[in-house]
């Protein structure tokens, strides 16, 4: 195991560095170092002898030339091993560089401010640094590389204990050293792409959707496997933001499922300001909420469908206190997402020993969606849209009350997150109906539960009810709700909308759209006029209309 009895200390970021010198100088090792670096170590009383005393040149061109120098990289790339090597550098007097600790300058840091100038961002582009880092980690047999703090303590420690570094802390700091240096150059590539000289001068046009999309992003966490068991997984991330910085604070380990719920959670909860609850059941929203007092939301949202509840997964934008963690204990619940536990509500959650709880401290930043196909990645920017009644236009002659504007706004913040089509009552709850939830609890159940939420609502503004037909109509699934929904309506209906303007528009869309209308007197059997709109809807190519929308007021 090789000694270590020289090291370069040339630092950006000096957190813990004086006390790490002081430590390799206890062990006898001697320092070399540059700039601020050797003026904070001098400061602590150590002993430093200057770069440019190896080199002998002094430091030039405002610093930019300090340990570029045929003998410090001399110093750094001979391989103790190869006798013509150890000859070159002792004819030429060149002392051997056993330890380089170095990082880098801070170019994300001046990247990330909007003012930052090209000639800052420029003048930040460390050259020294990733040579020395890149040549060090290049000769890891011989020469140790730390470019993080956080290394620090424990290369003391094994210094300490063996004497020197072994070849597995010194390929496992060279691995550090070369993903550090790859990163900081996609960083300057990245953030100068938008820029480009027009007429001498530099221009930033920043492009949302990069011409690369570079992805370097480290492993977090590896998982017991995928969304099936065959199936490998990690998650992947870079910064404490969202649900995968999130810390847990107690249960089993999250799943790779339990992650994709907590964030469809997070991100619906995300869309409110008053307190609210969400309730998630295979990415699909089964229940949400929002109310004055948390406990009142989360009873809303439960009520919406109890028995999708039933192993959910679920999110709150409010610190979770005391009487809604009782509330939330009477169910069995996969996982939880909050900004913050009260210490009553930790203490509750605490007998269901395997409930998972995370705590997420700051909410994600809008970066690009991603989506994998095959042989290559979808990107899109998020959906960040809001509704705005300033924008909407109202086609009926009534306008809405405010308790309807109310409802709509509420849905409209739901609907985005409900995958494929959906019944939702938007009052200060809802419930939502997917084609994946109508193979998970059946039709007879969302009867019940529309019942239900019925009579919870007090003034339900709408449902929505979206059927896929296939084209044709026959589809055997679409004909057994179109059935029961006979049966729960009274088989009654009002004609098709005659809104010319709305009808063309379901037309373009493949839908055809009728009204539903319980107090309605001699109106038409359901079924018959549902396939009578069907065979009559304009056609595309021979197809007939994909979708029946039946609005209930």
């Not at 306008?399 to 849905?411: I, K, V």
């Amino acid at each position: 195991m090789a000694e270590i009895k020289r090291a370069l200390i040339s630092v950006t970021d000096k957190t813990g560095v004086a006390d790490f010198a002081a430590e390799l100088a206890g062990l006898g090792v001697e320092i070399l170092s540059t700039g601020g670096t050797a003026r904070l170590l001098r400061e602590r009383g150590l002993a430093v002898k200057d770069v440019s005393e190896v080199t002998g040149f002094p430091e030039m061109l405002d610093g930019r030339v300090k340990t570029i120098h045929p003998r410090i990289a001399a110093g750094v790339l001979a391989v103790r091993a190869k006798p013509e090597h150890m000859a070159a550098v002792e004819a030429h007097q060149i002392p051997l560089i056993d330890m380089v600790v170095v990082n880098l300058y801070a170019f994300e840091q001046v990247a990330a401010r909007p003012d930052a100038t090209a000639e800052e961002l420029i003048e930040n582009i460390d050259i020294g640094g990733p040579t020395l880092i890149r040549a060090a980690a290049k000769n890891y047999q011989d020469v140790a590389v730390i470019v993080s703090p956080s290394d620090y303590p424990a290369v003391i420690a094994e210094l300490k204990a063996q004497g020197g570094l072994s070849p597995a802390t010194r390929w496992e700091l060279a691995k550090k050293a070369f993903a550090l240096t790859a990163d900081y150059d996609a960083a300057i590539s990245a953030r100068l792409a938008s820029l480009t000289v027009e007429d001498g001068r530099f221009t930033d046009r920043p492009e949302t959707l990069p011409p690369v999309l570079r992805l370097r992003v480290p492993r977090r966490l590896s998982l017991r496997y995928g969304e099936n068991p065959h199936q490998q997984a990690a998650l992947y991330a870079s910064g404490s933001e969202g649900v995968a910085g999130a810390e847990q604070l107690q249960g089993k380990e999250l799943s790779f499922n339990n992650l994709v719920d907590l964030d469809a959670a997070w991100q619906l909860i995300g869309e409110f300001s008053a307190p609210a609850a969400a309730i998630i059941k295979h990415t699909n929203p089964c229940g949400c909420a929002e109310s004055e007092r948390l406990a009142d939301a989360y009873r809303r949202a439960f009520e919406a469908d109890p028995v999708s509840a039933f192993g959910g997964v679920l999110a709150f934008n409010r610190p979770l206190d005391e009487e809604t963690a009782a509330e939330v204990a009477k169910t069995f619940i996969e996982a939880i997402a909050a900004p913050d536990y009260s210490s009553e509500a930790l203490e509750v959650l605490s007998r269901k020993k395997n409930l998972r709880l995370v705590k997420i401290v700051r909410p994600a930043a809008d970066q690009l969606v991603l989506k994998s196909i095959s042989g290559g990645l979808l990107a899109q920017t998020p959906d960040v849209a809001r509704f705005d009644r300033a924008r909407a236009q109202v086609k009926t002659q009534r306008r809405p009350t405010e308790r309807e504007w109310q409802a709509l706004e509420f849905g409209w913040k739901v609907v985005k997150h409900v995958k494929s089509n959906a019944i939702v009552y938007a009052d200060e709850a809802f419930i939502p109906v997917s084609m994946d939830y109508l193979a998970l609890v059946g039709v007879k159940q969302i009867l019940e539960n529309l019942k239900m939420v019925r009579e919870i609502l007090e003034h339900p503004i709408e449902v929505s009810l979206v059927i896929p037909t296939f084209y044709d109509g026959r589809n055997r699934k679409s004909r057994e709700v179109l059935e029961r929904l006979e049966l729960h309506f009274g088989a009654k209906v009002t004609e098709p909308i005659r809104a010319n303007v709305r009808l063309a528009e379901a037309a373009s869309h493949h839908q055809t759209i009728f009204e539903y209308d319980p107090s309605s007197h001699g109106a038409r059997d359901y079924k018959n006029l549902a396939e009578r709109v069907l065979s009559e809807a304009p056609s595309t190519n021979g197809h007939h209309a994909q979708q029946v929308q039946v609005i209930a007021r």
